[in-house]
Nanobody, 121 residues
Framework: QVQLVESGGGLVQAGGSLRLSCAASENIFSLNAVGWYRRAPGNERELVAAISSGGSTNYADSVKGRFTISRDNAKKMVYLQMNSLKPEDTAVYYC???????????????WGQGTQVTVSS
């Protein structure tokens, strides 16, 4: 099963920005639908943003206008640009995706291990 690897998390002050990246751990043909989720301590996991294979996007109301999900199909990467960060954005962020191997076989949905985002006030 394909593993996903997130990167780009860290500690930032309120109002700052971070860009998260999501990549597959092995050579694949494609990433199809991709989502970014987060889980804050004591909370359930919630969808932050998603992007379809065709590029359609949707966002949680709490991040609209601040976060942007995008994809680079040539690099098979998906990004989450997070601007105007707030302390309530503090969470572990996970990406999830499905896609196809080079032989056309489907894989996923797979999840990454998560990357910590901490926003200080």
């Amino acid at each position: 099963q394909v593993q996903l690897v997130e990167s780009g998390g860290g500690l930032v002050q309120a109002g700052g920005s971070l860009r998260l990246s999501c990549a597959a751990s092995e050579n694949i043909f494609s990433l199809n639908a991709v989502g970014w989720y987060r889980r804050a301590p004591g909370n359930e996991r919630e969808l932050v943003a998603a992007i379809s294979s065709g590029g359609s996007t949707n966002y949680a109301d709490s991040v609209k206008g601040r976060f942007t999900i995008s994809r680079d199909n040539a690099k098979k990467m998906v990004y989450l640009q997070m601007n105007s960060l707030k302390p309530e954005d503090t969470a572990v962020y996970y990406c999830t995706a499905d896609g196809r191997y080079n032989n056309g076989r489907r894989w996923g949905p797979s999840w990454g291990q998560g990357t910590q985002v901490t926003v200080s006030s």
